[in-house]
């Protein structure tokens, strides 16, 4: 069995990576088609208007911010960190679907990605690459994950408005 302190193959780092975007694709459909879609579950839940056009333009955008950010990452050979600030990321959607839906004790749409994708994704991301990445540069990327969600939620509860 592989040590975790043993670090991955290049296409093991990029294979990882990857698994981002498609999993962001995953999740975006689940919050586009389960119960009415995540823009009528936001206006019922919290009285914001999000139509679903501005809500797939603003997914859009992010599926290629995060393309781009693994492309970019291993061009400049920082794909553990950017690893760090994704699985971060992933992480704190996660835990923001599994609390909403706990307090509102209902489903919301995207929290089954979350529950069986995202969380692990997260949580798997920031346990293995711990021990690969300098402890200043894995914190700042782990702030960055949760940055990245405070600028989402805050975009997410103006309607999608800058």
């Not at 994704?86 to 923001?96: P, W």
Request: charged share 10%; aromatic share 12%.
């Amino acid at each position: 069995m592989r040590s975790l302190q043993q670090p991955l193959t290049p296409f093991g780092m990029q294979l990882w990576a990857w698994l981002f975007p498609v999993t962001y694709l995953i999740h975006i459909a689940e919050e586009y088609f389960a119960t009415g879609g995540y823009s009528a579950y936001l206006y019922r839940l919290r009285g914001v208007q999000l139509s679903n056009t501005r809500f797939l333009v603003a997914q859009t955008v992010g599926v290629v911010l995060i393309i781009a950010a693994v492309i970019i990452a291993r061009q400049l050979r920082f794909t553990g960190v950017m690893i760090v600030i994704l699985g971060a990321t992933v992480l704190v959607n996660a835990l923001t679907h599994i609390i909403t839906s706990s307090v509102d004790q209902s489903y919301g749409p995207g929290l089954l990605s979350s529950i069986l994708i995202w969380l692990p994704l997260g949580v798997a991301s920031l346990i293995r690459f711990y021990p690969l990445v300098k402890r200043r540069k894995y914190w700042m990327g782990l702030a960055i994950g949760i940055v990245i969600n405070i600028i989402v939620a805050v975009f997410t509860l103006r309607g999608g408005k800058l």
